[in-house]
C-alpha cells in the first residue's frame, strides 16, 4: 500500500470552527489532492498540489483553503466550518503522468461532522 | 470538460453470479480509466487502468474491463462474484495530455451479494 496517512481520522466540530486536515505520504510523489465524498455525489475535488507551494481550485472549491509547504505535506483548511461541510475526505498521491498514467493512491480518509 | 457516467446506483447479484457494472465517459481525446473499489468504512483501491494497447485489461481480484472507443464506455466484468466483493465501485477518467493529472470520478454503483 501506499505510504499515505490522514489525520485525523474523526473529527467533530461546532459551526464557525476553524479545521485543518492533514495529509501525510512517504512516497515522494508530486501531486497531491483533496476530494470530499458524499452520498450520491461520488468524489469530488476540493484542490490539488503539482508541487512545493503550487495549487490550484478543483470543482467544489469553496470555503476551503490548503498549503503545501513540504513534498510529503498537504494541508486542507476549513476556516469557518459549515454543516454542509459535513462529509468523507480523502487525499490522493499520484505520480508524473510518464511513470503512472495518473494512477492516484488514495489515503483512509477524515470523517467530519459538523454540528 | 471530461464527465463520467455510472448509470446503476446499486446492483443486486447473488454470490456465483457474473457481473458487470456500466461506465460511459465523456472526454474529447483518447482517455485514462480507471476502476477503483471501496469498502465500506475504507479508502479506494485500484482495481485496473486502461491507457493504451489491448482494450481488454486484466486488474486484482479477478476482474477485467473493456474499453470500447464507439462506445465511449468501460465497463466492468467478473465471471463469478463473490460475496467478499459487496462494495462501492468507481469509475474515473483522466486526461492523458502533458501536465494534466484531474480524475473525474463517476458516483459510484453499490454491489450488494445474496449469499
Known amino acids: 500500500d501506499a505510504g499515505i496517512t490522514q489525520s485525523p481520522r474523526h473529527k467533530v466540530t461546532e459551526t464557525g470552527t476553524p479545521v485543518t486536515l492533514r495529509c501525510h505520504q512517504t512516497e515522494n510523489h508530486r501531486y497531491m489532492y483533496w476530494y470530499r465524498q458524499d452520498p450520491g455525489h461520488g468524489l469530488r475535488l476540493i484542490h490539488y498540489?503539482?508541487?512545493?507551494?503550487?495549487?490550484d481550485k478543483g470543482e467544489v472549491s469553496d470555503g476551503y483553503s490548503v498549503s503545501r509547504s513540504k513534498t510529503e505535506d498537504f494541508l486542507l483548511t476549513l476556516e469557518s466550518a459549515t454543516s454542509s461541510q459535513t462529509s468523507v475526505y480523502f487525499c490522493a498521491i499520484s505520480d508524473s503522468l510518464s511513470k503512472t498514467h495518473n494512477e492516484q493512491f488514495f489515503g483512509p480518509g477524515t470523517r467530519l461532522t459538523v454540528l | 470538460a471530461q464527465s463520467v457516467t455510472q448509470p446503476d446506483i446499486h446492483i443486486t447479484v447473488s454470490e456465483g453470479a457474473s457481473l458487470e457494472l456500466r461506465c460511459n465517459y465523456s472526454?474529447?481525446?483518447?482517455?485514462?480509466l480507471f476502476w477503483y473499489v471501496q469498502s465500506p468504512g475504507q479508502g479506494l483501491q485500484l482495481l485496473l487502468k486502461?491507457?493504451?494497447?489491448?482494450?481488454l485489461v486484466q486488474g486484482i481480484k479477478g476482474f477485467e474491463a473493456e474499453f470500447k472507443r464507439s462506445q465511449s464506455s468501460f465497463n466492468l466484468r467478473k465471471p463469478s462474484v463473490h460475496w467478499s466483493d459487496a462494495a462501492e465501485y468507481f469509475c474515473?477518467?483522466?486526461?492523458?495530455?502533458?501536465?494534466?493529472?484531474?480524475?473525474?470520478f463517476g458516483k459510484g454503483t453499490k454491489l450488494s451479494v445474496i449469499p
Open positions: 498540489s503539482y508541487g512545493v507551494k503550487d495549487t
Open positions: 474515473a477518467v483522466g486526461p492523458s495530455g502533458a501536465g494534466s493529472y484531474q480524475l473525474t
Open positions: 472526454y474529447g481525446a483518447t482517455p485514462y
Open positions: 486502461y491507457f493504451s494497447g489491448d482494450t
